[in-house]
T-cell receptor, first 111, second 119 residues
Framework: SQQGEEDPQALSIQEGENATMNCSYKTSINNLQWYRQNSGRGLVHLILIRSNEREKHSGRLRVTLDTSKKSSSLLITASRAADTASYFCATDGGYGNKLVFGAGTILRVKS | EAGVVQSPRYKIIEKKQPVAFWCNPI?????LYWYRQNLGQGPELLIRYENEEAVDDSQLPKDRFSAERLKGVDSTLKIQPAELGDSAVYLC?????????????????FGEGSRLTVL
């Protein structure tokens, strides 16, 4: 079963535009993580935000977390063609709990 | 530093045949995971090891799937016999996840995956 649900399922934008992906989850978490997966490859960790944090930045990535709404968003600014990939959120319930992935958002950046 | 290494990358077999996947995690990572990813879906955990111990195998179909992690390093995942519905990508990941009271970095490092096609 998958806890996180990403929205939208697919997103197509022009190079240079911003891309926003959302993730909703159901149970309490210790942290929430975002991963990227290029076609035919493994997942690559992008960013981790802990339950006591509200916003985090890493390069062109900005992640927000609203634990009261059980939701998170990933913003990619000034997108590039190389950002084309699937993006997954994953919730971590803490020690003893498994990391649960959502179904992902497919992002296509057109050049 | 070498990443998580998986083999084979691709495997095509007839149904009812056995298949095995191998994973070598990042050196020093005590926790190893096997995930299955169906087309268009996110990865789903099959089994998680902390050192040699399988601490979460609740999602592993034990009638046909087995896994082992000898000496707490490399791991193998076996399917016998394979069914059509087993066609998927099998992902191995590792992390430095602490035991009770220890350090938990949270981040998982994935291998490139083993794509299984059952005909």
């Amino acid at each position: 079963s998958q806890q996180g649900e990403e929205d939208p399922q697919a997103l197509s934008i022009q190079e240079g535009e911003n891309a926003t992906m959302n993730c909703s989850y159901k149970t309490s978490i210790n942290n929430l993580q975002w991963y990227r997966q290029n076609s035919g490859r493994g997942l690559v960790h992008l960013i981790l935000i802990r339950s006591n944090e509200r916003e985090k930045h890493s390069g062109r990535l900005r992640v927000t977390l609203d634990t009261s709404k059980k939701s998170s968003s990933l913003l990619i600014t000034a997108s590039r063609a190389a950002d084309t990939a699937s993006y997954f959120c994953a919730t971590d319930g803490g020690y003893g709990n498994k990391l649960v992935f959502g179904a992902g958002t497919i992002l296509r950046v057109k050049s | 530093e070498a990443g998580v290494v998986q083999s084979p990358r691709y495997k095509i077999i007839e149904k009812k045949q056995p298949v095995a996947f191998w994973c070598n995690p990042i050196s020093g990572h005590n926790t190893l995971y096997w995930y299955r990813q169906n087309l268009g879906q996110g990865p789903e955990l099959l089994i998680r090891y902390e050192n040699e111990e399988a601490v979460d195998d609740s999602q592993l179909p034990k009638d046909r799937f087995s896994a082992e992690r000898l000496k707490g390093v490399d791991s193998t995942l076996k399917i016998q016999p394979a069914e059509l519905g087993d066609s998927a990508v099998y992902l191995c990941a590792s992390s430095l996840r602490g035991l009770a009271g220890g350090i938990n970095t949270g981040e998982l490092f994935f291998g490139e995956g083993s794509r299984l096609t059952v005909l």
